[in-house]
């Protein structure tokens, strides 16, 4: 009489996993924890600081080649209009005596904006940012290499638009790149890519 007996191929459960399920999915969270998180958005920022920094000097040496100080240029009638100013304060010609302290923050804004960068995930953030930092950037290589000295120089302003004070390609980025991170905020859109309103939802449910 032959006996029925188990072959030598069958399968064996893994004898440190009695549930019989993947390793992965035997431990809990497991696989949250493998789950990558979104791509890093430095070179996003990076790419878009140096674009405006590269289009803030550019602007500002044909300004000061093609515009004599004091010469008043139409776009759109008196409304627009191209005029030189060498301004010593910051963005929009405000704090005008204290060139060396915009200076010192504008070294710091640099260093603080490159740092939240390296775990930035969120693009919009990175646009943003981006913006602030190339605006930063121009700004400050005016303050370093300009008349009257290091730490003192000032910034060349060209663009004169109605009543508002005479500003250049860099207060631009910094003022919309502070109004978009602004915004963000409010919204609840965080660096890391997701949104504070989401994760309170699925937190309580």
Not at 66 to 79: A, H, N, R, T
Not at 107 to 125: D, H, K
Request: aromatic share 8%.
């Amino acid at each position: 009489m032959s006996e029925d007996r188990p072959t030598d191929n069958a399968a064996v459960p893994d004898a440190g996993d009695d549930s019989g399920l993947p390793a992965a999915a035997a431990v809990p969270g497991a696989a949250e924890t493998a789950k990558p998180a979104g791509r890093r958005r430095l070179p996003t920022l990076l790419i878009i600081a140096v674009v405006l920094f590269g289009l803030d000097l550019l602007t500002k040496c044909l300004a000061v080649a093609l515009i004599d100080p004091g010469e008043s240029v139409p776009i759109v009638g008196d409304f627009a209009r191209f005029t030189l100013v060498r301004n010593p304060g910051a963005a929009f010609s405000m704090a005008t005596g204290m060139t060396w302290l915009l200076t010192l923050i504008a070294v710091a804004v640099v260093i603080g904006v490159i740092r939240i960068g390296r775990t930035l995930r969120s693009l919009w953030w990175a646009i943003g940012l981006g913006m602030v930092l190339g605006g930063a950037l121009g700004n400050l290589v005016d303050r370093i290499f300009r008349y009257p000295g290091p730490l003192q120089g000032h910034v060349v302003d060209f663009v004169a638009i109605g009543w508002w004070p005479v500003f250049n390609v860099a207060d631009s980025a910094i003022v919309c790149g502070a109004i978009l991170l602004v915004a963000l905020t409010v919204f609840g859109f965080e660096p890391d890519g997701t949104r504070s309103g989401r994760k309170h939802t699925e937190d309580t449910v």
